[in-house]
């Protein structure tokens, strides 16, 4: 069995898979202060709760977009689980050409997502993470990463619309019967269910042009995947554990090949 981290700015997100089959998956809070034990702690005792022996899991592999964590959650690993992890950094194998100007620069969540998307889907593919930040993957007809778009992302465009008025509440992030709310509350998730629709409809229309291919599949994913999904007819698959799964793939690719 390995285990699988994708360290997001808010959350970092677990999963154990055995061979292909996932066995679990959970997400923690991401917390900078948060040292090594008490992330390990954190750890075992969600193992426990599920039954799983830490001694069960072999290996594991680690893609982040935190730094300041990199070190902490790799110290967890040894400590608690028994291994070094793989980490997705320059010199693991990715199997993936980034056509960009600077390679360095590209995200490692993004470059698991175009992993997983061409493994699982093929190519042209646009692959459109709700996270942190929502971003806009591209590949194109030849398999390579061509760049994309970073737009803000849903959670933090509601937290500064809270933070930055004196009178907007905190809502859920859910959709409203109708585009035209009656209250505070429908009118903010109006804002955001329904603005971000129309702003993932129209990127992804941009990029189809761009490529001029029209046939070209659109993947969903990230936490609020499903909710936007529902809203526009461009957004072809969700697949949730799209990262995850792009993390399994590549511990197999670095780990003698073995699948």
Do not use: H, W
Not at 14 to 31: H, I, M, N, P, Q
Not at 37 to 59: F, M, P, R, S, T
Not at 132 to 138: P, R, S
Not at 221 to 246: N, P, R
């Amino acid at each position: 069995m390995i285990i699988c981290l994708d360290v997001g700015n808010t959350n970092i997100k677990f999963a154990l898979y055995d061979g292909e089959t996932l066995k679990l998956s959970f997400r923690v809070a991401t917390e900078l202060k948060k040292t090594s034990d008490e992330y390990g702690a954190q750890l075992l005792g969600i193992l426990k709760e599920n039954g799983v022996l830490k001694g069960e899991i072999e290996g594991g592999i680690i893609s982040s977009v935190v730094p300041q964590l990199d070190y902490t959650l790799e110290r967890m690993i040894r400590t608690y689980l028994g291994f070094g992890p793989l980490q997705l950094a320059p010199g693991l194998k990715t199997g993936l050409n980034l056509r960009v100007d600077n390679a360095k620069e590209v995200g490692a969540d993004r470059v698991v997502n175009n992993v997983a998307a061409v493994r699982k889907y093929g190519y042209p593919v646009i692959i459109v993470d709700f996270g942190t930040a929502t971003t806009f993957n591209v590949v194109d007809r030849k398999g390579e990463f061509i760049g994309g778009v970073i737009a803000p992302g849903i959670k933090g465009s509601l937290d500064s619309l809270v933070n930055g008025t004196a009178k907007l509440p905190r809502v859920e992030i859910e959709r409203p019967e109708k585009v035209i709310g009656t209250n505070t509350v429908t009118n903010m998730q109006s804002g955001i269910v329904y603005g971000f629709a129309g702003l993932v409809e129209y990127i992804v229309k941009r990029i189809k042009r761009e490529l001029k291919e029209e046939n070209v599949l659109t993947v969903a994913t990230g936490g609020f995947s499903e909710i936007i999904a529902k809203e526009i007819s461009c957004i072809d698959k969700v697949d949730k554990l799209l990262t995850l799964e792009g993390l399994r793939y590549l511990y197999y690719l670095n780990s003698e090949g073995k699948q």
